[in-house]
């Protein structure tokens, strides 16, 4: 019998040694899923994880994937980390990209090369505000913020789809269901030339440096830390648990409404019915996977935007579905939270009994 | 208001809260056993293609029923493995749970998507099903819908009226109480996670088999969240799931019935209403805090190690 002992002091090396366990047993279970479609494991988990990164294009386009990730994922972190479950950012990054791809659509013509900063504030605006909406209902009438933040996500998506079908549609867009496309002046600046690779990733890499100072070196960081993990103890000390609330949900939705606006003034360049692959949804899962903390989120943005990279690689040379990435990612956290017990705890094997009570 | 249109609007709410109800009355069952499965969609998504799936192949409805109850106990399965087995946290699990069926019924469903398949059969009782207003309010429907009412009269018996009723709800209220006096409260909780599962299961075959008989990614559109919310809403108690399903399955209705009417707002508005009604309800029953922690199991989402 499988039995589990806990450990005198949680285990610091398996904090670290959990989320490289949990890949090892994905790409054990990936391969026999691609075994089960009749494809050669080897052959496909290299087109899924290292034909991307063989080349420059595919470097930047990894950490252009990685930007919304990253800029999702530091928000919600720090949310979890005080006990607040925003599940809500693919909502959040949807508003902000109506939010900026508005200001974008307000100056078909451009103007100034400052326009783009405009557009980025307030996507982080429409993302705070829709962000405030569950903080509101979880402060004032204490309605649980997972289900509040989930459902506005669904709402977000309609209002999007409503403006392209209908006030924002390109009158020249033989009836498409997409917005013009924006002025140059609207668009990030490239970081490389010939790639789409954008100053949103520069951010994204501040954001991610912010997020750090912030948790490890400012009152509010251990507020947050206190409240997560002894809500009681923060009370004491002071800290109002209502206010963590307030912060860590406008925070994340700011930072997600932000990597919305970057995507629909980055890569896409116009409203669409649907301007994300889920990266709101992944980015919990790379937040767990990047053990709450920044630099981990870091790594695990990068690594999680390899799954989508590899999974359009997959379906161009492998003809795999697309869903494939969605089944990957879905097991790396299932594996990531199984491994997450060996911090806590050793696993042995045998009855209590055979080995003696006591031992 | 014509008595056949009355009768058809009653008909269309019950197939609308049907799937809610199925999914709401498993994870009722799991909460109240103190296991928060946040899995629901995920397990209904499987449901639903799996369902679909094993029906079209085989060729009988029967046959995609069992499937997708076995398919949404097996999902929930996983999940009472990480959380109840591993610890981990109950939450994260259940997202990963919805994660992975989001995905996992995709990759599945994939040579499914546009493939026609016939409607659950009709209950037709001779003589009561012809019957005006009643026949086709209370005598024409497919199985599930009947299965769902008899799911609540059954939990409530369980709940409140039997033995193994009470154990599950003391292991809710307080593990460690049930614990020391002898009851298995992992066994106890798998099971029940496992009954929320199953219902999960049901649910989505419900909208894959009866609802609309195809296969669409994500066609549960969030009724797995919905469920949740449910339950929320009726305060653990399985006839106010049943009250909450109906009036979820009105509100849906309503929206479509505006829809097809050429009511002048966009479309998208209407099908905004059952997410905002979600909300609106949770806010507004959720108002109310010490009567929610009154009535939540108290050991909801806390894990169980027993001392060694």
């Given at each position: 019998m499988l039995r589990l002992e806990p450990r005198r002091e949680p285990?610091?090396?398996?904090?670290?040694?959990?989320?490289?366990?949990?890949?090892?047993?994905?790409?054990?279970?990936?391969?026999?899923?691609?075994?089960?479609?009749?494809?050669?494991?080897?052959?496909?988990?290299?087109?899924?994880?290292?034909?991307?990164?063989?080349?420059?294009?595919?470097?930047?386009?990894?950490?252009l994937k990685a930007t919304p990730l990253a800029l999702c994922a530091i928000g919600l972190a720090i949310g979890?980390?005080?006990?607040?479950?925003?599940?809500?950012?693919?909502?959040?990054?949807?508003?902000?990209?109506?939010?900026?791809?508005?200001?974008a659509l307000l100056f078909p013509n451009g103007g100034s090369a400052w326009l783009v900063v405009l557009a980025g504030l307030i996507g982080a605006l429409g993302g705070l505000a829709w962000a405030s909406i569950p903080a509101w209902l979880r402060t004032r009438?204490?309605?649980?913020?997972?289900?509040?933040?989930?459902?506005?996500?669904?709402?977000?998506?309609?209002?999007?789809?409503?403006?392209?079908?209908?006030?924002?549609?390109?009158?020249?867009?033989?009836?498409?269901?997409?917005?013009?496309t924006f002025h140059g002046d609207l668009m990030l600046p490239k970081l490389i030339e010939g790639q789409r690779l954008n100053a949103g990733a520069a951010i994204a890499l501040l954001a991610i440096i912010g997020g750090w100072i912030m948790l490890s070196r400012s009152l509010l960081g251990f507020q947050v830390r206190v409240i997560g993990l002894a809500p009681a103890a923060g009370i004491y000390a002071g800290f109002v648990p209502r206010r963590m609330v307030w912060f860590t949900l406008l925070l994340s939705g700011a930072l997600a409404?932000?990597?919305?606006?970057?995507?629909?003034?980055?890569?896409?360049?116009?409203?669409?019915?649907?301007?994300?692959?889920?990266?709101?949804?992944?980015?919990?899962?790379?937040?767990?996977?990047?053990?709450?903390?920044?630099?981990?989120?870091?790594?695990?943005?990068?690594?999680?935007?390899?799954?989508?990279?590899?999974?359009?690689?997959?379906?161009?040379?492998?003809?795999?579905?697309?869903?494939?990435?969605?089944?990957?990612?879905?097991?790396?956290?299932?594996?990531?939270?199984?491994?997450?017990?060996?911090?806590?705890?050793?696993?042995?094997?045998?009855?209590?009994?055979?080995?003696?009570?006591?031992? | 208001m014509s008595v056949d249109l009355i009768a058809a609007v009653i008909t269309a709410m019950t197939l609308a809260a049907t799937p809610l109800?199925?999914?709401?009355?498993?994870?009722?069952?799991?909460?109240?056993?103190?296991?928060?499965?946040?899995?629901?969609e995920g397990m209904m998504l499987i449901g639903a293609v799996v369902g679909f799936g094993a029906a079209s192949l085989s060729g009988s409805a029967a046959v995609g029923i069992a499937a997708a109850l076995l398919a949404g106990m097996a999902m929930a399965l996983l999940f009472a493995l990480l959380a109840l087995t591993l610890l981990a946290n109950q939450v994260a699990t259940g997202l990963a749970l919805t994660i992975l069926g989001v995905g996992l019924s995709a990759l599945i469903g994939k040579p499914f998507v546009g493939t026609p398949l016939p409607r659950l059969p009709q209950l037709n009782v001779p003589g009561l099903s012809d019957l005006p207003f009643f026949g086709p309010v209370f005598f024409a429907h497919d199985f599930l819908v009947y299965a769902s009412i008899a799911a609540v009269f059954g939990v409530h018996w369980f709940l409140e009226k039997s033995r193994w009723g009470l154990v599950l709800r003391a292991v809710g209220e307080s593990h460690d109480s049930a614990h020391a006096i002898g009851y298995p409260v992992i066994a106890i909780r798998y099971a029940a996670t496992i009954f929320g599962g199953a219902f999960a299961g049901l649910g989505g075959a419900f909208l894959s088999l009866a609802y609309t008989p195809m296969w669409a990614e994500n066609m549960t559109a969030g009724r797995g969240w919905i469920a949740l919310a449910l339950v929320v809403f009726a305060t653990w108690r399985p006839f106010r799931a049943l009250a909450g399903a109906y009036i979820f399955g009105g509100v849906t209705i309503a929206q479509l019935h505006l829809q097809g009417h050429g009511f002048?707002?966009?479309?998208?508005?209407?099908?905004?209403?059952?997410?905002?009604?979600?909300?609106?309800?949770?806010?507004?029953?959720?108002?109310?805090?010490?009567?929610?922690?009154?009535?939540?199991?108290?050991?909801?989402?806390?894990p169980f190690k027993p001392a060694q």
């Open positions: 285990s610091a090396a398996m904090v670290y040694g959990a989320p490289v366990l949990a890949i090892a047993l994905t790409l054990i279970a990936g391969s026999l899923l691609f075994a089960a479609l009749g494809h050669n494991p080897a052959k496909a988990l290299r087109v899924f994880f290292v034909e991307p990164l063989s080349s420059a294009y595919g470097l930047a386009e990894l950490c979890f980390r005080a006990g607040v479950w925003n599940i809500g950012a693919e909502g959040q990054l949807v508003v902000g990209a109506i939010a900026g791809g508005g200001v009438f204490n309605a649980n913020e997972i289900l509040t933040s989930l459902m506005l996500t669904y709402v977000a998506g309609l209002l999007l789809q409503y403006l392209v079908i209908g006030p924002w549609k390109d009158p020249m867009g033989f009836n498409f269901p997409q917005s013009k409404g932000l990597a919305g606006a970057f995507e629909v003034t980055g890569p896409i360049g116009q409203l669409l019915p649907s301007i994300s692959p889920g990266y709101g949804f992944t980015a919990i899962i790379v937040a767990f996977l990047g053990r709450l903390h920044p630099i981990g989120i870091l790594a695990a943005s990068l690594l999680i935007a390899l799954t989508y990279l590899g999974g359009e690689a997959a379906q161009i040379m492998l003809r795999l579905p697309i869903a494939a990435t969605g089944v990957f990612q879905g097991m790396l956290l299932f594996f990531l939270l199984a491994c997450d017990v060996l911090i806590r705890y050793r696993i042995r094997f045998g009855t209590l009994g055979r080995k003696g009570a006591l031992s | 109800l199925l999914a709401a009355i498993g994870e009722l069952v799991t909460e109240k056993a103190g296991v928060l499965n946040l899995g629901a002048d707002v966009p479309s998208q508005f209407l099908s905004m209403l059952p997410y905002l009604a979600t909300i609106l309800v949770l806010a507004l029953i959720s108002r109310d805090a010490t009567r929610i922690r009154l009535n939540t199991p108290a050991c909801l989402g806390l």
